[in-house]
């Protein structure tokens, strides 16, 4: 769902190729999105996908036939001459990297000095906190995905409750489905009440 707090970034992946560098880091917050919106680009522009966790030697003879390539939850774990080496190739073959992360890719204290200099020549871009409007339509997706359906004003009630937070939502969200299930019924103010002081 697109709105205000990712619409930037969401027209950024969509302007591929034409960017001021071949480098982007998207950075915000578990279940902000991040994955979602390099899903929608990889559909339209093809590449290839690694997530820090397994990423190592072989990913780089990997990388050779695109034009692409994406890195998943970089962390400070992340083994850092294969990825000083990552920076090289795609510098040197006019590739892109695209890489996602909880905090900005400049604020990750890495231990070698190229890699944090480096690390400078990324387009930084970060997904908000969600507005009013994001938080509706997640609620709204999320129940309707698990075939629950929830009043309006039921949702403008939670939405000026609940902690502006993708996890804090998905949670509520997990966990409504959960008593809704549970109780065989639909949800109410005291269900919604109840969670929310969880």
Not at 7 to 20: A, G, R, S, T, Y
Not at 98 to 123: A, G, H, Y
Not at 157 to 186: A, C, T, V, W
Request: hydrophobic fraction near 40%; charged fraction near 30%.
């Amino acid at each position: 769902y697109v709105s205000k707090v990712n619409k930037h970034i969401f027209n950024l992946l969509n302007n591929w190729p034409k960017w001021e560098k071949n480098f982007l880091n998207i950075s915000g917050e578990n279940y902000s999105g991040k994955s979602h919106l390099i899903n929608i680009f990889l559909k339209k522009y093809r590449g290839i996908k690694f997530n820090t966790n397994n990423f190592n030697e072989q990913c780089l003879t990997e990388i050779k036939v695109h034009q692409n390539i994406i890195l998943e939850d970089l962390t400070k774990k992340v083994n850092e001459k294969i990825l000083f080496s990552l920076y090289n190739i795609v510098e040197q073959d006019n590739k892109y990297l695209i890489i996602t992360s909880l905090k900005p890719i400049v604020e990750i204290k890495f231990d070698l000095v190229d890699l944090i200099s480096r690390s400078k020549n990324f387009l930084l871009q970060s997904i908000d906190k969600p507005d009013d409007e994001l938080i509706f339509a997640l609620i709204i997706k999320n129940l309707s995905d698990r075939q629950i359906s929830i009043e309006k004003k039921l949702v403008n009630y939670i939405i000026k409750r609940i902690d502006r937070s993708y996890g804090k939502i998905f949670d509520f969200i997990y966990k409504i489905d959960e008593i809704s299930l549970k109780n065989k019924k639909s949800i109410d103010l005291k269900m919604i009440k109840n969670v929310l002081e969880e």
